[in-house]
């Protein structure tokens, strides 16, 4: 599995767009990425995922260049509510994949007022 | 139900004693998977099931901890004899399928063994 490289820590300020980015400089062709949120003293959440270059969704939005050696995660104008853990995941989506997760050490994003 | 659901919140143990986590996946999730946090963002994955047959049991210490998913009732992870460094947060999730599948996690038990 592909390890993943994130900063440990990033502080923003509330209505500012946060990019986090992500290194998985040995991702294979089969891998896709994936990014997770965690809020204290709550389970992961699922926030978005794709493949190549750009996915949005309600939440965020994923860039992922063409060599995908690397990842970024988008927050439009962030709200103190935003302030959580940011992992990225790299899965392979073969069959053979038994879904089991690795989580990295995360992002700890502080947003403040 | 719409959501994982774990029980208890919260659990206290002395050393040697018996833990037991159990676990509610998302109603028509065929998949449960059991991750341990023991640090603030470490995870460590256990044991999966695809409904009550283990899946991957890569991740399970095999000496002290077991776990089960049985038909019509909650899935349920056991560590016997637990010892201090037991003490983390455990998560259980499901998903539909493996793989790539986004997985739904719970809210967590968190285990303190004194």
């Known amino acids: 599995l592909a390890k993943t490289t994130q900063p440990i820590s990033m502080d923003s300020y509330e209505g500012q767009e946060v990019n986090i980015t992500c290194s998985h400089n040995n991702i294979a062709t089969n891998d896709y990425i994936t990014w997770y949120q965690q809020f204290p003293s709550q389970g992961p959440r699922f926030i978005i995922q794709g493949y190549k270059t750009k996915v949005t969704n309600e939440v965020a939005s994923l860039f992922i260049p063409a060599d995908r050696k690397s990842s970024t995660l988008s927050l439009p104008r962030v709200s103190l509510s935003d302030t959580a853990v940011y992992y990225c995941?790299?899965?392979?989506?073969?069959?053979?994949?038994?879904?089991?997760?690795?989580f990295g050490q995360g992002t700890t994003l502080q947003v403040k007022p | 139900g719409e959501e994982v659901a774990q029980t208890p919140k919260h659990l206290v143990r002395g050393e040697g004693q018996k833990a037991k986590l159990y676990c509610a996946p998302i109603?028509?999730?065929?998949?449960v998977f059991w991750y341990q946090q023991v640090l603030k963002n470490e995870f460590k994955f256990l044991i999966s099931?695809?409904?009550?047959?283990?899946?991957?049991e890569t991740g399970m210490p095999k000496e002290r901890f077991s776990a089960k998913c049985l038909p019509n009732s909650p899935c349920s992870l056991e560590i016997q004899a637990t010892k201090l460094e037991d003490s983390a947060v455990y998560f259980c999730?499901?998903?539909?399928?493996?793989?790539?599948?986004?997985?739904?996690f719970g809210p967590g038990t968190r285990l303190l063994v004194l």
């Open positions: 099931f695809q409904n009550e047959n283990v899946f991957d």
């Open positions: 995941l790299v899965g392979d989506m073969r069959s053979s994949n038994t879904g089991k997760l690795i």
């Open positions: 109603k028509g999730h065929s998949y």
């Open positions: 999730a499901s998903s539909q399928s493996p793989g790539v599948e986004t997985q739904y």
